[in-house]
């Protein structure tokens, strides 16, 4: 049976408030203090905040590793200090007058694998102390490129100094440097001037909850919008198991390998109550990965 105190919350979070800020908001909400969310936005971004709650935190890293899409507006012919529209101002250049075909052209350079310098407004590490922190002292170091996937990268709207576009893009992309190189490629310098993040894993923005919508709820109400922690692994395959089996994984022991048919690697472990927790399926047996104490499929 599932449990009322584990799961995920899709989050709309607005604009001008931190991940954190976001997560703490909704663990008062829903009265839950074992919490995280899984893929920071920054203030000035909005759009979907996947929290788990409870058991469902052990799912996280699932999420963390997703592809994840974005609407960004890039202003043109400004760069700043952040590469977004929170810094201060550094350099105006003019925007020349391009074509829609001058522009897919640039666009088309960070299409697939490329190398991306991060910004240096980051959480990233330089011999232990974060980017962000040496910035606001003033200093600058090198960051070596690293290389991200821009899966899809369309062009959904132009005016003289701004375009909109849509990205699809591995972990660790940053909008704010894709931004920054794109104005450098154009010549006339960019940055990133609204971001909300529309997909994130296997979830969408359209499924997410309003944090003004869920400050009116009571703590149930809260909970009822609680997903199963099953959801953020439907990428798995799934293995289907009697009592007795389910409980011999529980208590740790090893399964016949044909218990998993021909399936290879990691599982959803499904008993009479429903999922229980990740399984390892290999030539030698089926054995347990990662148990939950929810369930429910």
């Given at each position: ?23 703490g908001r909704a663990k008062r909400v829903l009265g839950l ?190 909970k009822a919008c609680l997903k199963p922690a099953d959801c ?41 109550d429903g999922f229980f927790g990740l399984g390892e399926a ?16």
């Amino acid at each position: 049976m599932s449990s009322p105190d584990s799961g995920i919350l899709l989050l709309d979070k607005p604009q001008g408030l931190s991940s954190n800020a976001a997560l703490g908001r909704a663990k008062r909400v829903l009265g839950l203090r074992k919490a995280g969310h899984t893929g920071t936005l920054d203030p000035m971004a909005s759009g979907l905040l996947v929290l788990c709650f409870g058991e469902a935190t052990k799912v996280a890293g699932f999420l963390l590793d997703g592809d994840k899409t974005y609407l960004a507006e890039i202003f043109l012919g400004a760069t700043t200090d952040t590469d977004d529209a929170e810094g201060e101002v550094i350099e105006h250049r003019p925007v020349p007058s391009m074509s829609s075909a001058v522009i897919e052209g640039a666009l088309d350079g960070f299409r697939g694998e490329i190398q991306q310098a991060p910004p240096m407004y980051s959480a990233l590490k330089h011999h232990g102390q974060r980017l962000y922190a040496l910035a606001r002292r003033g200093e600058s170091v090198e960051r070596p490129a690293r290389p991200v996937t821009i899966h899809e990268l369309l062009l959904l709207d132009t005016q003289p100094d701004r375009m909109t576009v849509q990205v699809r893009c591995s972990k660790g992309t940053y909008i704010r440097s894709l931004a920054r190189d794109l104005g450098e490629k154009l010549g006339c310098g960019a940055h990133l001037s609204a971001l909300r993040r529309t997909q994130s894993g296997p979830f969408a923005l359209s499924d997410a909850v309003r944090l003004a919508e869920l400050d009116t709820m009571d703590a149930a109400a809260a909970k009822a919008c609680l997903k199963p922690a099953d959801c953020a692994l439907t990428h798995l395959p799934s293995v289907d198991l009697d009592a007795d089996d389910s409980q011999r994984l529980q208590l740790g022991q090893k399964l016949p390998s044909d218990r998993a048919g021909s399936i290879d690697g990691l599982v959803r472990l499904y008993g009479p109550d429903g999922f229980f927790g990740l399984g390892e399926a290999e030539a030698r047996g089926l054995k347990p990965k990662r148990l939950f104490r929810t369930s429910g499929r």
